[in-house]
Nanobody, 130 residues
Framework: EVQLVESGGGLVQAGGSLRLSCVAT????????LGWFRQAPGKEREGVAC????????YYPDTVKGRFTISRDNAKNTVYLQMNSLKPEDTAVYYC???????????????????????WGQGTQVTVSS
């Protein structure tokens, strides 16, 4: 069973930066897609970054492209989300997620962002003040 624990959230002024971390336990190989999501009050959950644990391929939606960077350190079983130039609209609870994906998909850049994830963390609050 994969378990995920996020950390690094907090209060930051607009224009500032934060780095979120997500430590995974129970992952025994590299055939996983890892993602960061967020959910603001009254809004649907949205994906903000995806990464292949196998080869580090990434994907970002336009809302965060150029400001957020996802990375992973497989030796530490940790995935990071570096968030720069933060805006008040980035305020949300941020979650990391993991899904097992066969390597033959990941190697060709497919299913980096699965439609559903099997494992989720508890979330960490990010608040950006104006």
């Amino acid at each position: 069973e994969v378990q995920l624990v996020e950390s690094g959230g907090g209060l930051v002024q607009a224009g500032g930066s934060l780095r979120l971390s997500c430590v995974a336990t129970g992952i025994t190989d590299d055939e996983y897609a890892l993602g960061w999501f967020r959910q603001a009050p009254g809004k649907e959950r949205e994906g903000v970054a995806c990464i292949s644990r196998l080869d580090g391929n990434t994907y970002y939606p336009d809302t965060v492209k150029g400001r957020f960077t996802i990375s992973r350190d497989n030796a530490k079983n940790t995935v990071y989300l570096q968030m720069n130039s933060l805006k008040p609209e980035d305020t949300a609870v941020y979650y990391c997620a993991a899904d097992r994906v066969p390597g033959y998909y990941l190697r060709v850049g497919m299913r980096i962002c699965p439609s559903r994830y099997d494992s989720w963390g508890q979330g960490t609050q990010v608040t950006v003040s104006s």
